[in-house]
């Protein structure tokens, strides 16, 4: 079963702005980064549930990912 979509873009939106808030970016750059990223195509592809983790995991999840790319 996948998430609503209408729940995700929302969710989607709550990681953006605390990532964009915890690493320094612009709204602008953290989405862009965000929509490009490995955790964002496996919380839309509905891989381990992920969409079920919190706000806060997703968003260190992706600080990481962001971290060893750059």
Request: glycine share 2%; net charge negative; with cysteine.
């Amino acid at each position: 079963m996948t998430a609503n979509p209408i729940l995700l873009q929302k969710k989607y939106a709550r990681i953006i702005e605390q990532f964009s808030e915890k690493e320094n970016l612009s709204l602008d750059d953290a989405l862009s980064f965000f929509y490009h990223s490995e955790i964002y195509r496996l919380i839309s592809e509905g891989v381990s549930d992920l969409h079920c983790m919190s706000d806060e995991y997703l968003t260190e999840e992706l600080i990481s990912e962001y971290k060893e790319k750059n």
